[in-house]
C-alpha cells in the first residue's frame, strides 16, 4: 500500500515530458488503500517522510539547486566564475533554458514538483482519514507535510519566480498547468504554515521534535517569518521590479506577520544561539543534529548522500588525514576577496567565514595547509577537518544543508521590528547577535555603544544589511534578501568596485597588504599567516616565507556577473527547454528569457 503513494508521488517526475492518463489517474484507484495508510500514524509517517525523497535525487538539491543557487552575490561567488560555461552561467546571472547543468527530466524543478504531489497526496489523504488534530501523531504529520510543500514552493518561486500552482495531487485534467502569480502561492503557503504551527510542537517537546531533521514549530514559525517579508518584497515581475499589489501581501500586513512570529519563537525560548559562533559551526561538521539550540530544521541527507562539504568545504586537493571523498573536494565557491577585510578585526565570524588557505597533496596520507590566493578564498563554516565521521562515498559527503537557524530569527525581527516600531525595537535583537561576535572584553564598543547609535530607521536598516552579510556569508541566503531590499544590481556594482580598490590597496583598502608572509606551526601541517590583518606589513623574519597577495585583476572582478547583463532583469533562472517543451505550449518564460 505505501508502495502506491509513493509511486503516486512520483509521477510528476515526468510531468512535462510523456503521461499517460490512465496511470495518472492510479491516485483515485488507490483510494481505499489510503483510507488505512492515513488513519494509520506509523503508515502514515513512513508517505509523510516520502516527501523528503526528492531533495535528495541525483540532479535535485543535491547537486544542482544547492550548488548553484544563490551564488553570486555581494558577499559570495562561484570561485570558477571567469571560466565561461554552463555552470558558471547559472551564478552570473546568464543562465539560457538549453542549460546542461539543468534542462533534464530529472532536474531540481522536476523533483521539486515531485516532493509536492508527494505532499499533496499525503496532505489529502490525512484530511479524509485521518483526524489530524493538535497534539496527534497524525496532527503532527499533517503540520510537516504542510511545511515540507511549502520549503518545495519557497525555493521553487526563489529560483523561477511565478510556477504553477498545485495544491492537489494531480489527475488526467491537471496534468498541464500554466504559471500561477507567486502571490496566490505566497499566500497558500503563508496560511499552510500558519495551520502548521499550530499542529507541530515546540522542540523537544516530543520524539518527533527532538532533531532537526523533523519538522518543529520554531522551525514553523521562523520560515513563516522568513517568507512574511520575501512575499512583501521587492521582486522581478513579468512587468518590472516591483513590490506585490496584492493588499494581504502588504509592507504592513507582512511585517507585523514576521514580527509576530520571529517574536513568538524568541520568546518561547525553546530556541538559541550557541555560545559560540565556531562551536555552532564545529557542532554541524560534527553532524550534531540535536533539536532546540540553533540550528531549526536541515534537509536532512543520508550519509552517502548530499554535497555541502564535496561543493563548499575548504578545498582538499586529494584524499588525506581528513577524508576519503576524492580529488578537489570543496572549494568550488567562496567569499568574495574583500569580506574578509570588512569585518572588524575583533569579530569572531571574520575567521570562521573566510579561509585563505586550502589542503595540498597529502604524502604518506598526511596533507598540509597551503596559501591560496587573493582571488580565492573558501568558505570555512564548511569543513571536513571539523568532522567526526570520516567521509568515505567518492560522490556526496552525507551532511545536512541548514535550511534556517535561530540568529536568522533575531535578525528577522530586528528588521520588522526597525520598519514598523522603530530602531529602538530593532535593539535588542542586534545586540544579541553582535554580543555573540565579539568578546566580553570589547562589547561595551562594538555591541552597545555600535547598536545605540543607530538612531534612525534608515541607520538601523543599513546596518541590518551589514549584519546580514557578516552572520550569512557562505549560506547562499543573501541573494533572496538582495532581491527583496531592491539592491541586488546596487550591491553587485559596489562589490566589483571594493574588489577593484582591494586589487590597487586603495581607497578602503589602502592598508591590506600586498604581502603575505607564512610558516608552519609546530605540528607541521597548520600554517601560522602574517600580513592578512590591515597594516601588518613588518616582515616578521626570515623564518617566514613572502607569497604576493596581489592576483586579482579585472577579468575575474568583472565575473561577478555576465557583462551586458543587468543583474535585476535576470533575478531568476528560465524554465529549462525540456519543461516548455513538454508542457503542451501552458509553459512559457517571461522577464525577457
Known sequence: MKHKIII????????????????????????????????????????????????????????????????????E???????????????????????????????????????????????RGLRQYGDPRPGTDLGYLLGEALTLRAIYYADLIKAWGDVPARFEPINSATIYLAKSSRDVVYKQIIADLGEASALVPWPNETAKTSTVERINKAFVKGFRARLALAASGFQQYPDGIRRSTDPELSVGNMYRLALDESRAVISSGKASLESSFETFWRKYNQENTTAGGESLWELPFADGRGRMLFSFAVRHTTNDQFHANGANRGGTAGPLP????????????????????????????????????LNTWYFGKYRYEWMTRFVTSTNDDGVNKIYMRYAEVLLIAAEAANELEGPGAAAPYLKEIRRRAFAPAVQAVKVDAYVNALTSKEAMFNALVEENKFEFTGEMERKQALIRWNLLKAKLDQAKQKMTNLAAHTGEYADVPATLYYKFKADNVTLDIYGLNRGETTNPGTDYTSVAWNNLIDTKINSLYKTGVNPDNRQFWPIWQVFLDGSNGKLVNDYGY
Do not use: H
Not at 571560466?83 to 546568464?94: K, R, S
Not at 577585510?341 to 598540509?368: E, I
Open 8 to 75: 503516486a508521488g512520483l509521477i510528476i517526475t515526468s510531468l512535462f515530458t510523456s503521461c499517460q492518463e490512465d496511470y495518472l489517474d492510479a491516485p483515485a484507484q488507490s483510494t481505499l488503500d489510503e483510507s488505512v495508510i492515513f488513519s494509520t500514524a506509523g503508515l502514515a509517517e513512513g508517505a509523510v517522510n516520502g516527501i523528503k525523497v526528492p531533495f535528495a535525487e541525483t540532479n535535485s538539491y543535491r547537486g544542482r539547486f544547492l550548488p548553484f543557487y544563490g551564488l553570486n552575490t555581494d558577499v
Open 338 to 373: 574583500f569580506v574578509f577585510y570588512d569585518y572588524d578585526q575583533a569579530d569572531s565570524r571574520r575567521n570562521v567565514t573566510c579561509v585563505p588557505y586550502k589542503w595540498g597533496t597529502a604524502v604518506n596520507n598526511v596533507a598540509k595547509q597551503e596559501l591560496g590566493a
Open 77 to 123: 561567488w562561484y570561485n570558477t566564475s571567469q571560466t565561461a560555461g554552463d555552470a558558471a552561467d547559472l551564478c552570473v546571472y546568464d543562465a539560457k533554458p538549453i542549460n546542461s547543468q539543468m534542462n533534464t527530466t530529472n532536474n531540481a524543478w522536476a523533483m521539486m514538483y515531485s516532493g509536492i504531489e508527494r505532499a499533496n497526496i499525503c496532505i
